[in-house]
């Protein structure tokens, strides 16, 4: 394939991180031109953008849980969807779940163009149980998936990690060792009842163990500029201990998970599975309001395992994520080693099994 004219592929989703991975072994194998359907809001839009790949804004709206407004969106989506892939006219689609794909599968479907879509969670939603009835192919992450798709079209395929988490490639983070590290993150989005948690508690939690904090930029809240003013505040003693951003990028993220001897966070597809991946215990809080409750099925693969606690968001407070924090440390060889036992849960080469078999339907 190489050496011919590119092959166009239109990728899109609301996972990019699965994304960025299979295209990397894509470019590793043939010689393929991608372009990526997402939100000029959300931060893939840097990322994708870094890597010289074209983006596109699609305005569709949600299906679940919705009002009017968001509704009357979706028609519009469509019409945009077409319109995108009549222009880029790609050989295939790749889808990575979520409202945001439904529409560019559903355009292609009616312009033959033929898709594939990656299931990141334990717990299909509707969205991506829709695009899967017009995929091609439906790749798995988790075993317990199956049971909601075709079979004779779905692969278990595990969901495809970034390679910088497991080797960093920018400067290592600078926190004493003297007590342990804890890293925060509301995911890429951030998340203000997290935020909010550690705000209110700052100077607490900062007395018992270092502190890396990814904020997310939601401009609504201010978040982050509220923290940096907090953190000003703080002795200098404490001030050391505290790192925090609004985002952590690909160049970065491998150093703060190494620091990080406990992550908390939500329970996206993406952080269980690099938890697992990467052996670390942690404090998970589920969000309440998606589709099937996916999030807390996420959440119970590592906290069945011995590996996580599970908080609820309606029972959080300062003093509950201080207490699981507290119980984790005093038994952490325990959770360490369960942590570490989850690593078998990953197929560590998910993204080359997807590789191949795109390689396999294109030809």
Partial sequence: MRGE???????????????LAVMAELKKRGNFQFHFIGHTTSVEKRTIERLKIPFYNLKTGKLYKSGV??????PFGFFQALGLLLKIRPKLIISFGGYLAAPVVLAGFILRIPAVTHEQTVVSGWANRFSARLARKIFVSW????????KEKTVLTGNPLREEIFNPVGKKISLGRDLPTVYLTGGKQGSHVLNEVVRTALSQFLEKY??????GSASVFQDYQK???????????????YIVQE??????????LQAADVVVGRSGANTVSELAALGKPAVLVPIPWVSHNEQEENAKILADRGAALILSQKELSA??????????????????????????LIRPDAASRIASEILAMLD
């Fill in 5 to 19: 004219k590119p092959v166009k592929i239109v990728v899109t989703g609301g996972h990019h991180t699965p994304a």
């Fill in 69 to 74: 407004g968001e509704l009357l969106k979706i």
């Fill in 143 to 150: 075993e317990e998936s199956l049971k909601f798709f075709h």
């Fill in 210 to 215: 270092n502190f890396i904090h990814q904020t």
């Fill in 227 to 241: 923290l940096i003013l907090l953190k000003r505040q703080l002795p200098k003693l404490l001030q050391k201990r």
């Fill in 247 to 256: 985002y952590f990028g690909e160049e970065e993220i491998g150093a703060v």
């Fill in 319 to 344: 003093s509950r994520l201080l207490a699981a924090l507290e119980e984790i440390f005093r038994n952490f060889e325990e959770f360490k080693t369960n942590a570490q036992k989850a690593k078998e």
